[in-house]
Antibody, heavy 124, light 110 residues
Framework: QVQLVESGGGLVKPGGSLRLSCAAS????????MSWIRQAPGKGLEWISD????????YYADSVKGRFTISRDNAKKSLNLQMNSLRAEDTAVYFC?????????????????WGQGTLVTVSS | QSVLTQPPSVSAAPGQRVTISCSGS????????VFWYQQLPGAAPKLLIY???KRPSGIPDRFSGSKSGTSATLGITGLQTGDEADFYC???????????FGGGTKLTVL
């Protein structure tokens, strides 16, 4: 079965850095777009970034562009998010998700499977 | 302010029917498929409806989705107390080149 397990969250000071990872299993990782989506405490869902199966297509939300970098290692079935210049407003649970794909095409704006999330707290 | 507009809350009695609207524009719902997610308290979101109106295996047919123009609707019939959750619509926006979500709707089963 599909499993997504995030790690790397924790407490970091404003201006600091953190690297999140997501270990994927139960599917052919390289066939799927993957996303990072976050949820601030008591708030709604906010998409952060997408990366295509081969890693050639990458998209970012304006709120993190230039500060966050998404990457993947298909051999290790791992999705990563390098977060730099962190701000208090980046405090959230970060979810790793797999796109909904059918017949070789993945649908933008879709997250078929979600990890349990990892909490990032940015505070002095 | 979310790009997709949902009512903050809806409520109905057990056994009743409720609908949740999701309003967008020509660059998002008007051009792309809509997905709905259910987030139970303390849990990660779960895909409820995909490509406008299809249910993943395991999702009961009490849940339905529809899309017309730049709006989409989630319907839930035969409400149960276990349905209480936050519901989000989501899609891709071609102008923003971004995945977007509605602000979420809290369902209360009275």
């Amino acid at each position: 079965q599909v499993q997504l397990v995030e790690s790397g969250g924790g407490l970091v000071k404003p201006g600091g850095s953190l690297r999140l990872s997501c270990a994927a299993s139960g599917f052919t990782f390289s066939d799927y777009y993957m996303s990072w989506i976050r949820q601030a405490p008591g708030k709604g869902l906010e998409w952060i970034s997408d990366i295509s199966g081969g890693g050639s297509a990458i998209y970012y939300a304006d709120s993190v562009k230039g500060r966050f970098t998404i990457s993947r290692d298909n051999a290790k079935k791992s999705l990563n998010l390098q977060m730099n210049s962190l701000r208090a407003e980046d405090t959230a649970v970060y979810f790793c998700t797999r796109a909904f794909c059918n017949g070789g095409s993945c649908y933008g704006g879709s997250s078929e499977y979600w990890g349990q999330g990892t909490l990032v707290t940015v505070s002095s | 302010q979310s790009v997709l507009t949902q009512p903050p809350s809806v409520s109905a009695a057990p056994g009743q029917r409720v609908t949740i609207s999701c309003s967008g524009s020509s660059s998002n719902i008007g051009k792309n498929y809509v997905f709905w997610y259910q987030q139970l308290p303390g849990a990660a979101p779960k895909l409820l409806i995909y490509v406008n109106n299809k249910r993943p295996s395991g999702i009961p047919d009490r849940f339905s989705g529809s899309k017309s123009g730049t709006s989409a609707t989630l319907g839930i019939t035969g409400l149960q107390t276990g349905d209480e959750a936050d519901f989000y619509c989501g899609t891709w926006d071609d102008s923003l080149n971004a995945m977007i979500f509605g602000g979420g709707t809290k369902l209360t089963v009275l």
